[in-house]
């Protein structure tokens, strides 16, 4: 299994993509602003490119992460992975991993079956995740509902797309 690195650098770009929709003081951005208290003046004094190169860094860690969740035979991979001769592509143990990702590799490699399971990675641990830390912030439930759902589309989004394309 190899990993591809210029499809988890284009899935890295969702975030900004649908946090500059999401955000828009014309979708949830105003709602936002009042559940944390921000003004437009304060939010203009931020330094954007910091903001925006830790977002795309930790949007990267978050697509590595999402490749493992989404691509099933990644799992079959980390079950062979410490097999001796797994790297000896004539041992015995390679032979059969190597037929049975010849039959099986393409399995559930689709944007609609990562879409699925990046909705799922939301739902279970987006949203959890979340709640947690607002809860403890004492936010309210609809901080946390912007927060989540914006995290479970852009899961659902960066999923489709490693899973089909990764």
């Not at 284009?10 to 709602?31: E, H, M, Q």
């Not at 879409?115 to 279970?124: D, E, K, N, S």
């Not at 946390?144 to 394309?165: D, E, K, N, P, R």
């Amino acid at each position: 299994m190899s990993i591809n690195w210029p499809i988890l650098l284009l899935a890295s770009i969702v975030p900004l993509l649908i946090g500059a929709i999401w955000y828009n003081t014309k979708v949830f951005g105003a709602a936002w602003m009042k559940e944390t208290g921000l003004t437009e003046e304060e939010l203009k004094k931020a330094n954007m490119a910091k903001v925006f190169g830790l977002t795309f860094i930790f949007s990267f860690l978050i697509a590595m992460t999402m490749q493992f969740v989404v691509i099933h035979q990644y799992h079959v991979y980390s079950i062979f992975a410490n097999e001796a001769g797994l790297k000896d592509s004539t041992s015995e143990i390679s032979i059969y991993f190597k037929d049975f990702m010849d039959k099986y590799g393409n399995n559930f490699r689709t944007f609609k079956h990562g879409l699925f399971h990046g909705v799922l990675f939301g739902i279970f641990f987006g949203f959890p995740l979340l709640g947690v830390n607002a809860l403890f912030e004492r936010k309210s439930f609809k901080y946390i509902f912007i927060h989540a759902g914006f995290w479970t589309v852009c899961f659902a989004l960066m999923g489709g797309i490693i899973c089909a394309f990764a």
